[in-house]
DNA sequence: TTGAAAGCGCTAACAT
DNA sequence: ATGTTAGCGCTTTCAA
């Protein structure tokens, strides 16, 4: 879109490696051995008062850095997590990923964070790229689909946790929620409404246990109710024109459709605007749901109905835990939490009346 | 809001620290020595290729995995970068973060993440730690203000670089555009349509030099035109509340007002919803403007007139470049790109009746 | 082409 | 309480 116009002056012509200050130079400038000054920073009350504050005035002199690559050679510990997303650019992955960098930071750890796509079969080579780098433990965004990601950080003690998706008794411990409990609830709430026509956009369901179990619960519950299921497929790299052209194929061949669950709120909020341009009004004609309950989502009009999901509170429960586990081995337990149905506007009881493309 | 309500069964009970594979391990496995290892690996073409072959096979059966702190204390070169962001839980910094961690990894690198508030005169804390747990170079979004911060990199030789926001000969290189320059845009499209009574909402201009130039160049121009300015500030942490209660105190304070500058989409989205409830009618009644064009401007009704920012493009320019210099001493050399207009259907030309409240 | 050996910066075990 | 020293895993001279 934008093209570059001007270029600023060059800054640096070569990098030029200046002499690195370390222990022995603060040991030299304070007078005192290297112990001493690794234990003046690392364990100050275990030097006498005075040879402290020597070593302390020496390293600000000296405009001292600590070199945590030399530590963690010698500790056999980086306090570095790797995390690893579907993607990055959007509001909900966003937000956890801000919760685990936080969080991180907060105990004294950094984090990096990686967008992976959205096929979890497919981490290994993502992940040992972040060990590599020096990362001690693995959060992994949804259910671990990959036996070479589980291998590899098994043989190489490498704690693992999936955020987002809960599982009991799963070998890897998860810190998430019940998809299919949260489509459950999203469903009945439309059925006691008096919804009988539900359809779906769905993301694809391989390597994406998220979808997969919505579209699972959504098919049982369809064959409960005797009706047929209705799905649409569109890819998850959320490009509104998929969202538009998944509702304009749902009410041409299912004009008898009364209500919309999208498996992602940005996805309803592309097919909202879409059912504005064709004049099927929301949610008088079609009652539409999205999932995760993002900021936005009350602000559109009409409000959007979805799953409040949360997810600040599973990043800082991963992160908390994992940070936990690698600092005094404390035993890595998944947690679940709970989703609940936000009742807005965009969903109403259906009205006798059919949607009909205009 | 939701409370964990079950706990899985315990993974690992303690950390159990397997033996590590090194490259000696690789090399009696082979029958070679760490030198033809570690040659093999790195340099495949400086090894004899039964010697490789052998090599590559020892460290596959021994689920050889470089370690990377090794390596950096020897090489004294970690391959990581650190990026520093006001927030990343909000589309355009997580456009920004993803379109930077991908370019990081496609250049073998990786990266640091830390959401760091939106004032920049105290980045340095932040910024050394990122450095000392192996950060060798910098990101930072928007104008860099604290002059720790540029010592500190100046003195451990950190590049350094600022994306978002471009300045003409600074002393950082900046990849990003011109805050005032696209305000000028919004300005003059707006004045072009008739509008003279314009009022801005910003986020607080102390150590924040993008919403400090936007709020320049428009008080500025309203001296140009006559007009009082009239400007709410906000905090930047986006609140819906924050925002439908800047829209109360303008429309009830200056009535006469006819277009409003958000200086974030997020805050428009905000004051569009709030206007709809107090029956005020955009673009009617009052033309709206937001700024970034984030994904969901579009689908908002009406449709938000915003600034377009090559988001994306910036974050890959900045982290390119900045690993040309870290790996060849290429000079570091800051880009300005281009913003525009986005006309939709929040801004029309201002009608003879006033904004009321109900 | 390959091997031996040094050493990157740090912490911790041991000695005093 | 402080100093001496070994060595974390790796790459890279230097020598053969």
Same mark, same amino acid.
């Given at each position: 879109?934008?093209?570059?116009?001007?270029r600023?002056p060059?800054?640096?012509s070569?990098?030029?490696?200046?002499?690195k200050?370390t222990? #022995? !130079?603060? $040991? &030299?400038?304070?007078g005192?051995?290297? %112990?001493?000054?690794?234990?003046?920073?690392?364990?100050? =009350?275990?030097?006498?008062?005075?040879?402290?504050?020597?070593?302390?005035?020496?390293?600000?002199?000296l405009n001292y850095?600590?070199?945590?690559?030399?530590k963690?050679?010698?500790?056999q510990r980086?306090?570095?997590?790797a995390?690893?997303l579907?993607r990055?650019?959007?509001?909900?992955?966003?937000?956890?990923?801000s919760?685990i960098?936080e969080?991180?930071?907060e105990?004294?750890?950094?984090?990096?964070?990686?967008?992976?796509?959205?096929?979890?079969?497919?981490? #290994? !080579?993502? $992940? &040992?790229?972040?060990v590599?780098k020096? %990362?001690?433990?693995?959060?992994?965004?949804?259910?671990? =689909?990959?036996?070479d990601?589980v291998n590899?950080?098994?043989?190489?003690?490498?704690?693992?946790?999936?955020?987002?998706?809960?599982?009991?008794?799963?070998a890897?411990?998860?810190?998430?929620f019940?998809?299919g409990a949260?489509?459950e609830q999203?469903?009945a709430?439309?059925?006691?409404?008096?919804?009988e026509?539900?359809?779906?956009i769905?993301?694809p369901?391989e390597?994406?246990?998220?979808q997969?179990?919505?579209?699972?619960?959504?098919?049982?519950?369809?064959?409960?109710?005797g009706?047929?299921?209705?799905?649409?497929?569109?890819?998850?790299?959320?490009?509104?024109?998929?969202?538009a052209l998944?509702?304009?194929?749902?009410?041409?061949?299912?004009p008898?459709?009364?209500a919309?669950?999208?498996?992602?709120d940005?996805i309803?909020?592309s097919?909202?605007?879409?059912?504005?341009?064709l004049?099927i009004?929301?949610?008088?004609?079609?009652?539409?749901?999205?999932?995760?309950?993002?900021?936005y989502?009350?602000?559109?009009?009409?409000?959007?109905?979805?799953i409040?999901?949360?997810?600040?509170?599973?990043?800082?429960a991963?992160?908390?835990?994992?940070?936990?586990?690698l600092e005094?081995?404390?035993p890595?337990?998944?947690?679940?939490?709970?989703?609940?149905?936000?009742?807005?506007?965009?969903?109403?009881?259906p009205?006798?009346?059919?949607?009909?493309?205009?």
């Amino acid at each position: 879109m934008e093209t570059n116009v001007a270029r600023t002056p060059t800054v640096r012509s070569a990098r030029v490696k200046r002499a690195k200050v370390t222990v #022995h !130079d603060v $040991a &030299r400038e304070a007078g005192v051995s290297i %112990a001493t000054v690794s234990r003046a920073l690392n364990a100050p =009350d275990s030097v006498r008062k005075e040879l402290r504050d020597r070593v302390v005035q020496a390293a600000t002199a000296l405009n001292y850095t600590i070199d945590s690559v030399g530590k963690a050679l010698r500790r056999q510990r980086t306090q570095i997590v790797a995390t690893l997303l579907p993607r990055l650019d959007d509001p909900m992955f966003a937000i956890l990923a801000s919760a685990i960098q936080e969080t991180l930071v907060e105990n004294n750890y950094v984090g990096f964070v990686q967008p992976s796509g959205f096929d979890n079969r497919t981490l #290994h !080579d993502c $992940a &040992r790229n972040l060990v590599e780098k020096g %990362a001690e433990g693995l959060i992994v965004f949804g259910k671990i =689909d990959d036996p070479d990601l589980v291998n590899f950080a098994a043989a190489h003690d490498i704690p693992l946790v999936s955020v987002y998706s809960y599982y009991e008794d799963m070998a890897i411990p998860t810190f998430g929620f019940d998809n299919g409990a949260a489509t459950e609830q999203l469903i009945a709430m439309l059925v006691q409404l008096g919804h009988e026509r539900i359809a779906m956009i769905s993301g694809p369901v391989e390597g994406n246990d998220r979808q997969a179990a919505r579209v699972a619960v959504y098919r049982e519950a369809m064959r409960r109710i005797g009706s047929e299921p209705v799905i649409e497929f569109i890819d998850m790299s959320f490009e509104p024109p998929d969202g538009a052209l998944a509702l304009r194929r749902i009410v041409s061949r299912h004009p008898e459709i009364s209500a919309l669950i999208c498996n992602r709120d940005v996805i309803a909020f592309s097919v909202l605007a879409e059912a504005k341009k064709l004049g099927i009004r929301v949610p008088e004609q079609l009652s539409l749901t999205g999932f995760d309950d993002i900021d936005y989502a009350a602000l559109f009009d009409p409000p959007l109905t979805t799953i409040a999901v949360p997810t600040e509170e599973m990043g800082r429960a991963a992160a908390t835990s994992l940070i936990r586990h690698l600092e005094s081995g404390a035993p890595l337990t998944g947690m679940r939490f709970e989703t609940r149905v936000i009742l807005r506007g965009s969903v109403s009881r259906p009205k006798p009346s059919l949607v009909r493309l205009p």
